[in-house]
């Protein structure tokens, strides 16, 4: 069975900086994409940014130019460094990874997620 756990989260001044991780675990042949998505109250869970195996990634327009998504494929693991942090950003960050496991089944899961507040 594979699994995410997400760690990093935390309360921070707008302008600050945190780094999300989410390590993947369990017997896994291969992970395709890896994303992190963000839900705040009262609003449906959007994107924030992917990156496939190849290394190629997308983002969400409102965080360009301030967060950085990047993965280390040997360690099964996701980041999300967050810059320049405003109020708006306060939400849920949820780890989502799709691949296959060894017995060559195929796995989209989420992470529990972890919290995100900044403060004005």
């Known amino acids: 069975q594979v699994q995410l756990v997400e760690s990093g989260g935390g309360l921070v001044q707008a302008g600050g900086s945190l780094r999300l991780s989410c390590v993947a675990s369990?017997?896994?042949?291969?992970?395709?994409?890896m994303g992190w998505y963000r839900q705040a109250p009262g609003k449906q869970r959007e994107l924030v940014a992917v990156?496939?195996?190849?290394?190629?990634?997308n983002y969400a327009d409102s965080v360009k130019g301030r967060f950085t998504i990047s993965r280390d494929n040997a360690k099964n693991t996701v980041y999300l460094q967050m810059n320049s942090l405003k109020p708006e950003d306060t939400a849920v960050y949820y780890c989502?990874?799709?691949?296959?496991?060894?017995?060559?089944?195929?796995?989209?899961?989420w992470g529990q997620g972890t919290q995100v507040t900044v403060s004005s």
């Open positions: 369990g017997i896994i042949l291969s992970i395709n994409t």
């Open positions: 990156i496939r195996s190849g290394g190629s990634t």
């Open positions: 989502n990874a799709d691949g296959k496991t060894a017995l060559f089944r195929s796995f989209n899961i």
